[in-house]
């Protein structure tokens, strides 16, 4: 029986509070035994299900989002758990935890604190299911990288790079002799939920997938019965759900799922939707349907079950028109990645990978970092992790640092058309002209105030602010290089 | 009275007769004489109208498209004029002279002859209407481009970079003191005309813009009433129809002329395919609508008066898509120029404007070249002409000679999904990775052929045979650069 996890007494604000239960092995105690605790701070309460460990051990995790004393009671089926109750203080969150992440607005991410978040999202989509040597260079990598929001599946990937069998699967099994549909694998969740742990404490979202197309029937995660789907999502939400860096991603490229329909992806995100009791954010990735304009078919994100928009498409462009059209924050993290695959998506320089950061960010959206470097021993970060070698994510700290220095709620400043600019009106300003180089530029500043303005490399990296002061209509002269963005920041009212 | 073309008694093929007859400068001849010819080959009969040149001179032009003898019959309602009549001979066309340019079918253009003809067109939107020693280097630097074709407007132009008063209108009269709405200027048609004939001598097709935006009102030709609009088409057409180096381009960003509702297009469409002897192509050119792939507006070039698609669009990526859904050859002849302009549009390196190039060509379209750079005496090429500064033009002209040595009538290979491919199936195949950089591509070719392979790096521009032979599925290595294009050409069966 793993220790890992005890029954705390002092449990921190958004922490995870986990009570361990010692019941019966015997049948099949994950389809056989139903439990569920009740937690109650003052006048609230908050439903939690239980789920079997392995090894006769029950357990019921819980985030608390509130500080104070919180009650709990335990009801089963099974007469040894049914009754078991206690309380735990919820004291102040640590300096680094700042909550679930939630949804501000149509444009923005918020961490439930309130202090700002924009994803700065990576893609490894098998890293877990790779060898403990692999993983914590994964980790190592991640933690001296921009990325706070990682891709990664539950179940393992067959597909060009990523043919090799994991040591554990979700269910009980393999796939010489079949998996046991009604047994789960706690020793490969024990792996699942340590990883997600690490993420957490450096500061990095699992947007975790769920269900995904590299399948094939290798193994048939891709194709189980809705049923068995739905038995699968409650165990993992009662599993995962206390941990706060957890995001739901319903599928990656779930057009190419060809045993799924539309149906069933409305019912799993229903039963993610009524299961989870904190709400984690839940979106769904598209594959293909991506390629034409006159026919663009992606999910409808404006079902009310979907809190963002998750895209796959190559282009930032349509950015701020989606977020009209889905009313969310967009979030397009796959738009190719670095590297040199001989597949279309899997080849993009890093000049182009930098760019589609820059592109999507001041459109307002959000974009997803991926590399894929032909590798001796096929380690693509993409798939399984390991080491970055690109020159883009460099850029994207350069990025986030731009940001980090900007208002935390900007909008896409629409009456600037001619090149992607965000910003908030009257104090500050950042348009981004990627591939375009112009001579020079007429930035229209209000008249009424004084700007400081950067010229900012955004691929060189640099910042050179222009001598004076600027108002009004506003001639830029530019190095005619691609790449360049022009920062205008208003001078405070002191200042001036 | 001008003295330039004369009433031969012998045309070649596709050239230009004219006949000359002095009439009476009294009252307005433009507005009272009614004139047409008969034009008789053996059985067959086509009528073309004449038009008043001023000085009392009236002429009535006819492009013979048979060889042979060719009668005429003069009809007016000007005495004077009616009945004249006369033969002339038309003799095989001269060696550069392949005729009109036709459709083929829903991908490809061909001279009447049978020739290939693949549109590479350039844009100097208002070179007739700069001085003529502007407007001969404009013609010295086409004739050693690869252009073979080139948007032009007819009436001047109002706009950013271009706002000197020309020396002559289409009608009479001026900015300052108005115009003469019922009064052509012969002196402005003659320039035109000679400047048309020097593009014919070039080999290059003149897509002659019937209207345009760029006015707003300073001269009034964008807001002309429908009888005016009708009154200037049927003038024009009876000048400039027997060229055969004419395109009607019904407009330029015809979606930005608000004086100006889709029935007025439809209109103008229809009063030129009625009015044209010839049946010059026809299509019209789109503005604004084209930044959003959710609302994609442009001109129906489904309708039956429309030859071609003429599309303003910054992408190459839905060209296949618009073929099959027009049904018709696909110009992207305006996509950003090469250049340094602030605005959007004019500020692209020569890469990407290559780069587009090679895209929409392998998708199975055309694309148009323009170039914007600054200039001190704001001479830019793609609204006055001048001297080419960019590095595109020459790859253009590499990516002419790579087609020209292909087979005639390539299609999009669609089964190649992941790189554009246009070829012949069995026999030939040009793909091609634009920004990409593959490590490797595997190229499925046919088993039961052998191919010879090359590597094309078409910004450096060389081509590089691999050694050997190669049949089915084919590992390619790659240079791992963008730019890269592959072909592959079948071994003649006798070389296997």
Chains 1, 2 share one sequence.
């Not at 759900?241 to 995100?269: H, Y």
């Not at 924050?329 to 890093?350: A, F, K, S």
């Not at 798939?383 to 350069?398: C, D, H, N, T, V």
């Not at 229209?444 to 950067?454: H, V």
Request: aromatic content about 14%; glycine content about 8%; some cysteine.
């Amino acid at each position: 029986m793993r220790e890992a996890i005890q029954n705390f007494k002092e449990v921190e604000r958004w922490g995870l509070f986990e009570l361990s239960l010692s019941g019966s092995g015997e049948g099949n105690p994950f389809l056989d035994i139903q439990l569920e605790a009740k937690f109650q701070h003052k006048h609230r309460i908050v439903k939690a299900e239980g789920f079997y460990d392995g090894n006769g051990v029950f357990k019921i995790r819980f985030m608390p989002d509130t500080e104070g004393t919180w009650t709990y009671s335990v009801s089963s089926n099974s007469a040894e758990l049914d009754g078991a109750a206690g309380s735990f203080s919820c004291i102040p969150a640590s300096s680094e935890n700042h909550g679930p992440v939630r949804i501000r607005d149509v444009s923005h991410f918020v961490y439930e604190d309130g202090k700002a978040y924009r994803p700065f999202g990576t893609t490894c989509y098998a890293w877990t299911h790779q060898d403990e040597e692999l993983q914590q260079q994964t980790l190592q990598t991640l933690s001296v990288s921009p990325f706070n929001k990682i891709r990664m599946c539950v179940f393992p990937k067959n597909y060009s790079f990523n043919l090799n069998e994991p040591d554990f699967f979700p269910f009980v099994g393999s796939s010489v002799e079949g998996f046991d549909w009604t047994r789960f694998n706690p020793d490969y969740f024990a792996n699942l939920e340590q990883k997600i742990m690490e993420l957490q404490k450096l500061g990095i979202e699992a947007d975790l997938i769920l269900f995904h197309p590299y399948d094939k029937g290798r193994w048939g995660f891709d194709r189980m019965d809705a049923k068995t789907d739905a038995y699968y999502l409650r165990y993992i939400i009662a599993r995962l759900g206390a941990f706060r860096n957890i995001w739901w991603s319903l599928a990656n490229e779930f057009d190419f799922m060809t045993e799924k329909t539309m149906d069933d992806w409305d019912r799993s995100f229903r039963i993610v939707q009524e299961s989870d009791p904190y709400q984690h954010l839940r979106s769904i990735h598209n594959g293909t349907k991506m390629y034409d304009p006159t026919t663009l078919i992606v999910y409808d994100h404006t079902k009310p079950w979907v809190t963002h928009v998750s895209m796959q498409y190559w282009e930032l462009t349509p950015t701020n028109a989606w977020r009209k059209l889905y009313g969310k924050p967009v979030v397009v993290d796959e738009c190719c990645y670095e590297g040199n695959l001989p597949q279309r998506w899997g080849n993009i320089t890093g000049e182009d990978m930098t760019a589609r950061f820059w592109d999507g960010f001041t459109r307002g959206g959000y974009v997803g970092h991926g590399e894929t470097f032909l590798h001796a021993e096929e380690v693509v970060w993409w798939s399984k992790g390991g080491q970055l070698y690109g020159e883009s994510p460099a850029r994207i700290a350069f990025l986030q640092q731009i940001l980090n220095e900007a208002p935390a709620c900007m909008e896409s400043i629409d009456r600037l058309r001619d090149a992607p600019t965000i910003g908030v009106e009257g104090e500050y300003y950042l348009q981004y002209f990627g591939i375009h180089r112009p001579a020079y530029r007429e930035l229209p500043l209000p008249s009424d105030r004084s700007f400081k303005i950067d010229v900012i490399d955004t691929w060189r990296m640099t910042v050179t602010t222009l001598e004076g002061t600027f108002s009004g209509m506003t001639r830029i002269d530019m190095p005619g290089t691609p790449y360049i963005a022009i920062r205008a920041c208003v001078i405070e009212k002191g200042e001036v």
